[in-house]
């Protein structure tokens, strides 16, 4: 039996539970993206969008975007946060929206042709190994997504590794206060969801 309070999977399996669930979520209506975000916020986004925001808060409310800005949203999901930022860097700006599950990418980007936004750019990968150059990020942004890593350290490392000196991390997320019991830590649902 396993007594540790670490979900029993390796990362390859934590990557196929994580990837099955949000390559399948259904969408979830406006509730998550009306109880997080003020109107004039996501008020110029498609339902596209809104219907798919899976976050846990608004980690852009706290990050000070400045025009010209590059950030990174790490798991950008359909793209709510990344969109947000883009109009808030403007053109002179860019956004680049993380993700390692195809769906989720394809959504994203079907809404940014939607929007017609120059300055996102998404691509696949996974935050435990973020494709992008060293020092190249003014701000790293994430929400609720650094929770699904199975190598959080890593995960830090490399957000620290991307951000240039005196960058900004803001990212909403759950954290856990005590001891979840073995039937939590070993659920598929609860770990993804
Ligand atoms: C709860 S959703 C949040 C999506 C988005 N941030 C939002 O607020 O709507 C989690 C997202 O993180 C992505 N994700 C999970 N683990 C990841 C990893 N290790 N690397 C990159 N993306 C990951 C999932 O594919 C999913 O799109």
Do not use: C, H
């Not at 007594?3 to 990837?19: C, G, H, L, T, Y």
């Not at 000070?64 to 109009?87: H, N, R």
């Not at 599950?101 to 929007?115: F, H």
């Amino acid at each position: 039996m396993n007594n540790s309070s670490q979900p029993k999977w390796s990362v390859e399996e934590a990557a196929r539970i994580v990837r099955e669930s949000y390559g399948t979520v259904i969408p979830q209506g406006m509730g998550v993206a009306e109880s997080l975000y003020d109107f004039d916020e996501i008020g110029w986004l498609p339902e596209s969008v809104k219907d798919y925001a899976l976050g846990l808060g608004n980690p852009i409310r706290y990050a000070d975007l400045q025009v010209g800005e590059i950030v990174l949203d790490v798991g950008s999901g359909a793209g709510i946060d990344t969109f947000i930022a883009a109009k808030k860097v403007g053109p002179t700006g860019r956004v680049i929206g993380l993700d390692m599950t195809p769906e989720m990418l394809e959504r994203a980007r079907a809404n940014q042709q939607i929007l017609g936004l120059t300055n996102v750019e998404f691509r696949e990968g996974k935050m435990e190994q973020i494709p992008l150059d060293e020092a190249s990020a003014d701000v790293a942004i994430s929400n609720g997504v650094i929770n699904l890593s199975t190598k959080k350290g890593q995960t830090f490392r490399e957000l620290y590794r991307v951000l240039k000196a005196g960058g900004r991390l803001v990212f909403s997320d759950s954290v856990v206060n005590g001891q979840l019991p073995r039937s939590v830590l070993d659920s598929e649902a609860a770990f993804a969801g």
